[in-house]
């Protein structure tokens, strides 16, 4: 069968060449395609001229060429002749032999102008104004009429898209490329105009295609996209999320639409310069007029009011036809700018006329070159280009086109071969792109690559990779407080060398002042044949830990291990030890929906100084332990998520899309020894809301109402922080254990300004240091049955050695704390001031304080 199958492929193959071979010679004989290319330059000085419009004589098909000079125009027909004209120099026209590619590079000459004698005198500058200014007067009739040349304003669209994001090492000295431990890796850099962004030597590191089918209708309203094929540097997963990385490149380097408002560039927000409040922040130039283009253009010019706000300069050309459409940009942004690592970045956008006489992009290009330094050194340069093609207006495909999922991946998409590529690439890859494919694969085979990575891995991602089993995290592996004192531990898991089915991770510790071991064992096997820390999770777990904790803090088996977590402030020696059993199912599906359910045994023993005594007098009486059986679900929604999959955690590449959490634990009196029956609910909402040249602001609510008669350690313990770090989920001034509640309702505000009013401070904005505030409240209660100052028979809130109760309630007052602070001190650091507003009087409280936090952000 597999024969027959195999000759019948044959077969067809030599049909389908034999009619490509016949069409090509149908085509040869009606209808020459015929492919142009060069570059233009200035014939006195040999630079190159960027957009100079050239047009096929007798047609309206033309374009302009590229920042770099470079054009590129099929021409149809037996012969045909193009104009190539720009302001300031005489128009050239060149006659195309049909029928054979060609490259021909134009040298436009300067005119010569005879001018008049003029006489110049000094005199203040005119201040600029909006009032009576007609590039004002003209950038207003482009937002007038932005609605009608989205293509939202169609009711069908459909076209065809291909993307290509290449990211490299940059500004490569000849030293660096040189040196010794890049001896066996000199195939991997390529050279370019050293005059180029990014400059003379590159590395590349990464490179993807994808080629996509996109369908949009108005009414209903849906936008599809079906990815036809994706190829991709793909790096040794031990090592790297590839997945993770490519969605972080998507991130950074997202779709510029000029139409909106904001437009989203490495992880910021800028304002577009047709924003509809762009004559407020922006000053605009008539700089040109472009007569020899139908219909004809005007160069509008722009520059930002402030040169450290978050703005685009560059030039935009409108059409005169009475739509006040875009028809081609050039945005680049003010060296002075406060965005943080960008030495350089470039964006084009390339317009075609539909039938209908307006316009779509045709063409994106976005480069961005990143430095720690923004005048030398060694850097990244990352360029991403998108052409969108076959594009059809108002034509009514099938309800079934727009069914189903907004992305749908063909089943074949990563499996294309070159042969498919190099037959519906749109753009060529250059020779140099075409071998990075290969020479990454070359380099992973390198064995002081691989020892390489293992170092970066184990810097980084703090594990150390033996094959089928990796250890780690280092950054536990010594910590101390107030309870264990010294802390060693030790431990790791399997990988996927291993099993791709089974997982199995472990560790132990040992603290040397209460002399306890610690240790922790999980059996895992995964549903899907998948990493369990890779996207969609889909496995089942069983596992004990026996470890301390200390109260109302989530035990990651990570975070209070971490030595940079040791250093706190106050007295935190009240700890519990725990006992957990858990079996635990996960499932996560392609739309960010989720769901878990969890079957919890769990002892849990006071340690330090705290305790659990019932007695409202006799503190001497007190109880061992409380035990606990519970189930739980939880249920999960982050529509559009993205994120970096890490070795331990998911690192989130946050946007502007809500996350919605629900959880339900029901705890079970006389199963497996469970002592209290209860209902817990818990609910949040977290969502960031972009706010143009104010910045973001990340919003946070959350609330709990539990059922049951119950001792505090069972009831919401308030995530306190007594650590020197600025956490933006606790609250920053309150004190372990302090806040008890069966319910509550809370809201966390965090407020980025992004510079805003800092830019505006002539000494400030060259420090490019950004504002941050926040804002926290928490209100809350308990009812008498949980209440010991209202029911004698409910375990006793911890109290001091002088008799004063350091647990409390929230009575009728909310908790509130806020901060102001400065962030992006040395591109890194972020200082709040923080200030507690509420309950000053209860003991070892500080009403204000100084936290710093680490956060790299661009």
Known sequence: MYKIFTAAKQIGQRTYILLLLLSFSSLQTFAQQTQVSGTVTDAA??????????????????????????YSITVSGESAAITFSYVGYKSQVKTIKAGAAQVINIQLQPEATLMNEVVITAGKKPKYRNRENPAVELIRKVIDNKAKNRTESYDYVSYQKYERMVFSMSNLSEKFKSRRVFKNYQFLFQEQDSTKIGGKNLLPVFQEEKLSDNYFRKNPEKMKSVLVANKRVNFDERFVDNQGLSTYFDRMYQDIDIYDNNISVVSNQLLSPIADSAPTFYKFFISDTVKNHQPQLIELSFTPRNKTDLLFEGKIYITMDGNYAVQNVFLTVNKDINLNFVRALEATLEFEQNPDRRYHLSKSNLIVDFGISKKNGAGFTGERTVSFNNYAINKALADTVYDGSKLVIAPEAVKKDEQFWA?????????????IYSNLDTLQSIPSFKRTMDVVTLLFAGYKDFGPFEMGPVNTFYSFNGVEGFRLRLGGRTTTALSKRYFFETYAAYGFEDEKWKYFLRGTYSLNNKSIYAFPQNYISASFQRDTKIPGQELQFVQEDNFLLSFKRGENNMMLYNDFYRIDYVHEFENHFSYSLGLRKWEQSPAGSLYFTNSPSNFTDRINNIRTSEISLHLRYAPHEKFYQGKIYRTPIIDKYPTFNLRYTAGLKGVLGGEYNYHNFLGSIDKRFYLSQLGYMDVTLEGSYIIGKLPFPLLSIHRANQTY????????????LEFVSDRYASINIDQNFNGFFFNKIPLLKKLKLREVMSFKALYGGLRDENDPLKNLSTMRFVQNADGVSITNSLNKDPYIEGSVGVGN?????????????????????????????VKFDF
């Open 423 to 435: 037959a519906n690439r749109p753009l060529a890859l250059s020779p140099s792109n075409a071998r």
């Open 725 to 736: 770090a600025y956490q933006l989920n606790s609250y920053n001034l309150m004190n372990f």
């Open 825 to 853: 001190i040395f591109k890194i650091l972020r200082v709040d001031a923080v200030k507690r507003f509420t309950y000053l009087d209860n003991p070892m409280v500080s009403d204000w304080g100084i936290r710093a936090r």
């Open 45 to 70: 000085t040999n630079e190159t001229l960027p957009y100079v419009s050239f047009l096929i004589n007798g047609t309206t098909k033309g374009g302009k060429t590229d920042l770099d000079g470079r």
